[in-house]
């Protein structure tokens, strides 16, 4: 079992709001996610059994979405935009910084990503899906930090209230 | 010149809780809904009709058309709402999600009224938590006023509202995408006919519209779609929010009047882009979203109207989604090309062959053009994979895929090779030898 108990009421619920089960396939991954921190195997089997569905039907549908992680990836995801706004105002080298500077902690998982649909304020990011605009450097890095120290609350790796 | 503000103008004058429903209920939300259903379903197509309401996601349909390909008696039918924002530089739906989500909701309520839906989806996009979670309190708030549920406010009418939160793929956008995303597969597009209207969530007759489009469904049926219809020209009536960002000094959302303004307008005017930052010039911008062809800083271009059949017609791009980028002398224009067509690969579902291999060999090739390693044939090569994805080059496209992303890399290739082809050959000068077994 994947689910905590809490969760696995919750999963019936969100299941009841869909004419058919299959549906929730996404929201339940969403929920697996906050709950673990990634979308494991055995929550994908749960998923599967609660919808009526294969394990191998969920990781297939779960695996087209970049948000869901299929292995742990730390506390913090910060998603850099490069796409072509964030492109000329600083978005890539922006990426490249905090990706170098955080290589080594597992706590902080830096990836780049497509537009995020907040460019007037570019270059962006999300930390768990949480946006900060039109960063520096040192912005961003004192924001990472500030997460970390938990002066920030941060969301859950889907962007989920804790 | 200011904006014209009427979906944006609530939260502009309640910049800190425009999204709750205190603020929005006596600021006149659901007002509309109220004096709706009073008033027979059927008065809401025509009212929308009359307004010429089109729809603002991109491809500017008809609405009142697209809500009329609804068979007469065939039930369940759904309302979706295509919250997954994600065309790059585009982020109206994002502001009118997180900062007017009552308005938003009433606009769903209303439509479901007209079409005869009592359960609709808003499929928002994943990255948007904030968004969802004020779109999700949005709805409970409206469950406590009888604005949704059982007996809506007396009428007799019922309806429930689902948010369904996507988990990042920019092609669930595309409507038959997000059904099936809504339907819990992967996110890839159908082949149409048959088209959503007809056979759609759960093969029931569906509506897909836009955020925007619905969030103006209020105000056409409090203003009435004749005095709506006064706003605009031609076959481009009300207004619409264009998302302006790049090289300008005040990037932002700007709702305008369409067809009254032009993208000098929009670009330069002090109360809108307020011009290019260090008085520079614009070389190109970009319409009407990433898939648009481009647009330069000629007096032509920038002298255009924001009239989405004028921009078609004239120099064959589109307005799109209403993104408005602008890059000034300093930008190789090889460079955003490589970049919008690594979005289109990365995004590119693999369903059609031309789309997953073309728009890859695509980026490979304009990465070694922008990044000095690029070949005299390279441009050509680009033309000739694209015509393989949208045959003949043109705009509208045709295309050989079954939906638009693919061709909407074609965009960018196709307007790096119109207006900059000797800056782009003028990198490549030497015939690099091509290794055993190479390309051409």
Redesign the interface.
């Known amino acids: 079992m994947a689910y905590s108990d809490v969760n696995r009421r919750r999963a019936r619920e969100i299941i009841d709001r869909y004419p058919r089960a299959r549906s929730a396939i996404l929201p339940l991954a969403h929920l697996a996610q906050d709950q673990d921190g990634y979308l494991s195997r055995d929550a994908m089997a749960e998923i599967a059994e609660l919808v009526g569905a294969s394990p191998a039907e969920v990781y297939g549908t779960c695996s087209f979405y970049t948000m869901f992680k299929l292995e742990p990836v730390g506390k913090y995801v910060v998603s850099v935009c490069t796409n072509v706004t964030c492109l000329v105002l600083g978005g890539p080298e922006l990426y490249e910084h905090l990706r170098d500077r955080y290589a080594d902690d597992d706590d902080v998982h830096v990836e780049e990503v497509e537009c995020l649909a907040a460019c007037d304020g570019a270059p962006c990011l999300q930390v768990n899906y949480d946006f900060h605009l039109s960063l520096t450097a040192q912005h961003a890095d004192e924001l990472v930090e500030s997460y970390k120290r938990g002066e920030l609350v941060a969301r859950t790796v889907s962007g989920g209230r804790r | 010149m200011p904006e014209t503000r009427m979906l944006t103008r609530r939260l502009h004058e309640h910049p800190d809780d425009s999204w709750t429903a205190d603020v929005a209920i006596a600021d006149g939300a659901y007002d509309a809904l109220r004096a709706t259903l009073e008033r027979d379903s059927g008065d809401v197509a025509k009212e929308i009709e009359v307004a010429v309401l089109r729809g603002r996601g991109g491809a500017g349909f008809p609405t009142a058309t697209k809500w009329s390909f609804l068979p007469d008696d065939s039930f369940?039918r759904y309302l979706v709402v295509n919250a997954d924002?994600?065309?790059?530089?585009?982020?109206k739906?994002?502001m009118l999600l997180q900062r007017d989500p009552h308005q938003l909701l009433e606009g769903v309520i209303i439509s479901s009224y007209a079409i005869g839906c009592d359960?609709a989806f808003v499929y928002v996009?994943?990255?948007?938590?904030?968004g969802?979670?004020r779109l999700e309190q949005a709805i409970a708030d409206a469950h406590r006023h009888g604005f949704l549920g059982r007996d809506i406010l007396g009428s007799g009418f019922d309806l429930?509202v689902?948010v369904?939160?996507?988990?990042?793929?920019?092609i669930c956008g595309e409507e038959t995408a997000l059904l099936e995303?809504?339907?819990?597969?992967?996110?890839m597009p159908r082949i149409r006919p048959p088209f959503p209207a007809v056979e759609g969530l759960?093969a029931k007759p569906t509506v897909v519209n836009n955020v925007e489009t619905l969030s103006a469904v209020p105000h056409i049926m409090s203003m009435g779609g004749a005095r709506y219809a006064e706003l605009g020209v031609d076959r481009s009536k009300g207004t619409r929010i264009f998302?302006?960002?790049?090289?300008v000094r005040r990037?932002?959302?700007y709702e305008v009047e369409l067809g009254k303004t032009t993208f000098r307008d929009l670009i330069f005017d002090d109360d809108l882009g307020g011009g290019v930052p260090g008085d520079r010039t614009v070389k190109f911008f970009?319409p009407g979203g990433?898939s648009s062809q481009w647009l330069t800083g000629s007096d032509e271009h920038l002298d255009a109207p924001l009239d989405m059949d004028y921009v078609q017609k004239t120099f064959g791009v589109m307005l799109g989604s209403g993104?408005v980028?602008v890059?000034d002398e300093t930008?190789d224009p090889a460079?955003?090309a490589w970049?919008?067509v690594k979005?289109f690969a990365?995004?590119s579902?693999g369903k059609c062959t031309p789309c997953r291999e073309g728009a890859g060999w695509m980026e490979k090739v304009l990465y070694r053009i922008s990044h000095g390693l690029g070949r005299p044939q390279d441009l050509d090569l680009l033309l000739d994979v694209g015509d393989n994805i949208s045959p003949g080059l043109d705009a509208p496209f045709s295309q050989t895929t079954i939906c638009p992303l693919g061709p909407s890399a074609v965009s960018a290739v196709v307007s790096l090779d119109k207006f900059f082809r000797d800056e782009v050959l003028e990198k490549c000068p030497t015939r690099i030898p091509v290794a055993v077994g190479g390309a051409t």
């Open positions: 369940p924002e994600g065309e790059p530089s585009t982020f739906d994002h359960l996009r994943g990255e948007f938590a904030l969802g979670e429930e689902v369904h939160r996507g988990a990042g793929a920019y995303s809504l339907e819990g597969e992967r996110g759960y998302s302006l960002s790049g090289h990037p932002g959302n970009i990433a993104a980028m890059y930008v460079l955003v970049r919008l979005f990365h995004e579902c």
